[in-house]
């Protein structure tokens, strides 16, 4: 089932001639992970604040969980949908840790033992419950993406959407925030649109959607889109280093297998060999 339903958007920015987003269409399916990817200014960040009403809709119509997205119903909208950006340090007003995550809260009149049991709980699932005193400067940067989301988790969403959000992270705090987003997707059911330029992001997910030049060229299961190396060299996406390790043994004359690897998985086929 879709969560998520766009059918024709267009998008131009106020002043500007050209369209950023063109004709698009697509389905978001419900409790799964989708990551969208597409070179630098392909449009992304657009499709992403277009479908959290942060922009108003040119052309075309979006539906979230059955709610159009228009200004009529942006608060609706709002409560269904978790945004967390690229730079936590943008994100931060609080002077500890769990006064941070408590401020999303104060403008939605939840009772005050509701609000601390939340805060708890949402400490509690990304992680940092013993960190809820410290002051957020303190935090690595994978910490605070971890609060930045505990924030948003208080407020019982149930899409999440990252704009490029490890992008900022090393390696390892990377694969942490990846391994939570997982843990969430599993045990939560939520649904996650992930934006990255990353294939081990997009690894991490079920489905990838390319864009190019504001259209939707390509939408289906991980498997299918990062083992197909022609189609992200030609929209000018990194190959996954999985995918270039088996041409290199192709070209030794070794047999493969067709299907996409993760990291794991080839590390255990190669030891098989
Ligand atoms: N407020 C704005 N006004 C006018 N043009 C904009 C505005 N914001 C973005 N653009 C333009 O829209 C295009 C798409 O931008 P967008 O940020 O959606 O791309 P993106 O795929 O997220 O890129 P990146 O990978 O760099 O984050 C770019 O050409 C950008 O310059
Ligand atoms: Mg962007």
Request: no cysteine; net charge negative; hydrophobic share 30%.
């Given at each position: 089932m879709a969560i998520i339903e766009i059918k024709d958007l267009s998008y131009t920015y106020p002043g500007?001639?050209?369209?950023?987003?063109?004709h698009l269409t697509a389905s978001f399916p419900a409790k799964e992970w989708t990551t969208i990817i597409g070179r630098n200014g392909s449009g992304k960040s657009t499709l992403a604040r277009l479908i959290d009403g942060l922009l108003p809709i040119g052309h075309g119509q979006i539906m979230v969980a059955g709610t159009p997205v228009d200004g009529e119903h942006v608060d609706l909208v709002h409560q269904k949908i978790g945004f967390v950006f690229?730079?936590?340090?943008?994100?931060f007003v609080g002077t500890t840790v769990e006064d941070d995550v408590a401020f999303g809260l104060e403008?939605?009149?939840?009772?005050r033992d509701e609000m601390r049991y939340r805060i708890q709980q949402a400490l509690n699932d990304v992680s940092m419950?013993?960190?809820?005193?410290?002051?957020?400067?303190?935090?690595s940067g994978g910490q605070k993406q971890r609060v930045a989301i505990a924030g948003i988790l208080c407020l019982r969403p149930e899409i999440l959407i990252f704009?490029?959000?490890?992008?900022?992270?090393d390696p390892q705090a990377r694969q942490n925030i990846l391994g939570l987003l997982r843990k969430l997707k599993i045990e939560k059911g939520f649904t996650i649109i992930a934006i990255s330029h990353d294939p081990v992001e997009a690894a991490a997910g079920d489905n990838v959607a390319i864009l190019n030049q504001g259209q939707l060229v390509a939408f289906d299961r991980k498997e299918q889109i990062l083992a197909n190396t022609d189609l992200l060299q030609k929209y000018g996406l990194a190959v996954p280093f999985t995918e270039k390790l088996k041409q290199q043994l192709r070209g030794q004359g070794m047999q493969v297998p067709k299907e996409y690897m993760t990291e794991e998985q080839m590390v255990k086929w190669l030891s098989q060999q």
């Open positions: 500007e001639q050209e369209p950023i987003l063109k690229q730079n936590p340090e943008n994100q403008n939605h009149r939840v009772p419950a013993e960190y809820a005193q410290t002051e957020p400067a303190m935090l704009d490029e959000a490890t992008s900022m992270l």
